[in-house]
Each structure stands twice: as structure tokens, then as C-alpha cells.
């Protein structure tokens, strides 16, 4: 039970530092007020294939290594409780 203790804490920190990675990573979204009140168009092709750019694929993995690192966290509070 240490080894998978010690396994999960491994994958927490280093999931811990692609999150951290991959959020630097990302530009800023700075549409300010102008950006709520105005709004913008949903109807062109670059908000219809936002996914495929690099933003859009930094976003997912951001969603994706956000989610694992809750579950991570989840995981690793109760190992360190059962095997304490």
C-alpha cells in the first residue's frame, strides 16, 4: 500500500506541474467590459473551429489536467488516511 502511496503522489506533483505548464501557456483573454456589452458573433469560422487551434487544444488540456488533478488530490487524501 506505500508503493501505490508514493506512485499516486508521484503522478500528483508531476500532473501539478502540467497544469501549471500548459496555463502559462495560454494567451490572455482580456475582452474587458466592451467584450460584455457588445458581445461577439458566434457565426464565423474561426469561433466554429476554435478547437483545432492551439488555444483551443490548450483549453482542453487545461479542462482535462484540471479534472485529474482533483481526482488525483480525491485519491490521495485517502491513502494518506487508510495507510497512516
Known sequence: MQTLKYII???YILNCLALIIVTMMQNRD???????I???S???FYEKNKTRTREGKLKKWTIILGVAFIVLALITSALYVIVD
Do not use: D, E, Q, Y
Open 9 to 11: 503522489t508521484v503522478l
Open 42 to 44: 458566434t457565426n464565423n
Open 38 to 40: 457588445v458581445g461577439s
Open 30 to 36: 482580456s475582452k474587458g467590459a466592451s467584450g460584455t
